[in-house]
T-cell receptor, first 115, second 119 residues
Framework: GQQLNQSPQSMFIQEGEDVSMNCTSS?????WLWYKQDPGEGPVLLIA?????ELTSNGRLTAQFGITRKDSFLNISASIPSDVGIYFC???????????????FGQGTILTVHP | GAVVSQHPSRVICKSGTSVKIECRSL??????MFWYRQFPKQSLMLMAT?????????EQGVEKDKFLINHASLTLSTLTVTSAHPEDSSFYIC???????????????FGPGTRLTVT
């Protein structure tokens, strides 16, 4: 089946630093998504990318859909303590039928921000 | 954004009993909902796709007779863990697709999750 390799697995940074994480796949995805999950909560959608090469920002977050459609990265600028959490990438192939909307998730990046 | 709720948020049950978890889309109609399971420090694992008015589609390795899914309305899907065992203890998360206007409305919006502990 499809797999997403997300890296790094964890990051320990100082408040104010920039963060970068990425996901790669052996197969093509038509949509890339980035979610954040706080402890004991469900994931929250941060950014959705629909077109190869697309670069999208959401406040201090910027994500890009790789031109090969097999990768994506997420950058967080000027990190703050509330950025702490687990970040997941997810890919979708836009298949129809019973596979519609199914996502493949990366393993997650655990982000710790020291004040 | 779209709001999805789950009930209960936490449940403790005895081994051999059944537990029902509800997933509701609060401000939109969801023809498709998904059920995931997440173990500590791991990613989300898709269990099944729930389509309103039809049978759920289960992922390989997920026992459909053990994890019963009912999507009886456009705003409610339920997951029943039957004859629960301690190894079923996990964080269960649902999501729903809001097929409203705009590209992002086709994305999955997740509920807050249900922590199941089987003793």
């Amino acid at each position: 089946g499809q797999q997403l390799n997300q890296s790094p697995q964890s990051m320990f940074i100082q408040e104010g630093e920039d963060v970068s994480m990425n996901c790669t796949s052996s197969s093509i995805f038509n949509t890339w998504l980035w979610y954040k999950q706080d402890p004991g909560e469900g994931p929250v959608l941060l950014i959705a990318l629909y077109k190869a090469g697309e670069l999208t920002s959401n406040g201090r977050l910027t994500a890009q859909f790789g031109i090969t459609r097999k990768d994506s990265f997420l950058n967080i600028s000027a990190s703050i303590p509330s950025d702490v959490g687990i970040y997941f990438c997810a890919g979708r192939t836009n298949a129809g039928g019973t596979s519609y909307g199914k996502l493949t998730f990366g393993q997650g990046t655990i982000l710790t921000v020291h004040p | 954004g779209a709001v999805v709720s789950q009930h209960p948020s936490r449940v403790i049950c005895k081994s051999g009993t059944s537990v029902k978890i509800e997933c509701r889309s609060l401000d939109f109609q969801a023809t498709t909902m998904f059920w995931y399971r997440q173990f500590p420090k791991q990613s989300l694992m898709l269990m099944a796709t729930s389509n309103e008015g039809s049978k759920a589609t289960y992922e390989q390795g997920v026992e459909k007779d053990k994890f019963l899914i009912n999507h009886a309305s456009l705003t409610l899907s339920t997951l029943t863990v039957t004859s629960a065992h301690p190894e079923d203890s996990s964080f269960y998360i649902c999501s729903a697709i809001n097929r409203g206007r705009g590209r992002s409305s086709y994305e999955q919006y997740f509920g807050p999750g249900t922590r199941l502990t089987v003793t």
